[in-house]
């Protein structure tokens, strides 16, 4: 390059610093990303979870589905007894007859067991023929209390059957075989109740049946027209 072109170079790269601003020569912007003579942006603050979404209506709360228990079967009615010979299985049958022995070695104080007492008092009309069981096994026995008591348990409960092959039951089953002993009165004692409580099942008379609609009775009969008053 020879000397006399080196002032035009210089003052050509004179007149381009004054003429453009630093960076834009080849369409590149500053290194701030800002206009020459304007202050810097401010640095951008990172949106939050409840900016980014918009504003919505207020959307109904979701309620958890109600747990359904994998386990629940329809519940089944209550068992109905009447008293009568087989309404109970082999095994309730040999449970009361271990209720009603453990209440008879209690009471003739073998063996004390006041719970055993408790159970004696909570049993119901499906106890009748264990019940007649016991007192005709502890009826010949020298001690009373055992078949007295159990005889008051069976009168008692006479008072709640309503079946009267119930009460035929208890006639002729109490004392079977058994015409003798200390005990035969309290023997006696049942078969009557039952047969007084048998009578008093057969003279209730059943209600009337009141009609929704009772028939009226015409004033005037009707009568066809052939008929002769």
């Given at each position: 390059m020879?000397?006399?072109?080196?002032p035009?170079?210089?003052?050509?790269?004179?007149?381009?610093?004054?003429?453009?601003p630093?960076?834009?020569?080849?369409g590149q912007?500053?290194?701030?990303?800002t206009?020459?003579?304007?202050s810097?942006?401010?640095?951008?603050?990172?949106?939050?979870?409840?900016?980014?979404?918009p504003?919505?209506?207020?959307?109904?709360?979701?309620?958890?589905?109600?747990?359904?228990s994998?386990?629940?079967?329809?519940?089944k009615?209550?068992?109905?007894?009447?008293?009568r010979?087989?309404?109970?299985?082999?095994?309730?049958?040999?449970?009361?007859?271990a209720?009603?022995?453990?209440?008879i070695?209690?009471?003739?104080?073998?063996?004390?067991?006041?719970?055993?007492?408790?159970?004696?008092?909570?049993?119901?009309v499906?106890?009748?023929?264990?019940?007649?069981?016991?007192?005709?096994?502890?009826a010949?026995?020298?001690?009373r209390?055992?078949?007295?008591?159990?005889?008051?348990?069976?009168?008692?409960?006479?008072?709640?059957?309503?079946?009267?092959?119930?009460?035929?039951?208890?006639r002729r089953?109490?004392?079977?075989?058994i015409?003798?002993?200390p005990?035969?009165a309290?023997?006696?004692?049942?078969r009557?109740?039952a047969m007084?409580r048998?009578?008093?099942?057969?003279?209730?008379?059943?209600?009337?049946?009141?009609?929704?609609?009772?028939a009226?009775l015409?004033?005037?009969?009707?009568?066809?027209?052939?008929?002769?008053?």
């Amino acid at each position: 390059m020879s000397k006399r072109a080196l002032p035009a170079i210089f003052f050509l790269l004179l007149w381009l610093e004054t003429s453009f601003p630093a960076g834009s020569i080849f369409g590149q912007s500053s290194p701030s990303g800002t206009k020459p003579g304007s202050s810097p942006a401010a640095p951008r603050r990172p949106n939050t979870p409840s900016e980014t979404q918009p504003p919505s209506a207020a959307s109904p709360v979701k309620m958890a589905p109600p747990v359904v228990s994998t386990n629940s079967e329809p519940r089944k009615p209550p068992r109905r007894f009447t008293g009568r010979p087989g309404e109970l299985s082999p095994e309730e049958e040999e449970r009361l007859d271990a209720i009603i022995e453990r209440f008879i070695q209690h009471d003739l104080g073998l063996r004390p067991d006041p719970k055993a007492v408790q159970e004696f008092q909570q049993l119901g009309v499906e106890a009748i023929p264990a019940l007649v069981r016991a007192l005709n096994r502890t009826a010949p026995l020298a001690h009373r209390c055992p078949p007295a008591l159990i005889a008051k348990k069976l009168n008692s409960l006479m008072l709640r059957v309503e079946d009267v092959e119930v009460l035929d039951f208890i006639r002729r089953e109490v004392g079977a075989g058994i015409r003798s002993g200390p005990n035969v009165a309290f023997l006696d004692s049942v078969r009557f109740n039952a047969m007084l409580r048998k009578r008093e099942l057969l003279s209730r008379t059943p209600p009337p049946n009141k009609s929704l609609f009772p028939a009226e009775l015409p004033t005037n009969p009707i009568r066809s027209p052939g008929e002769k008053p």
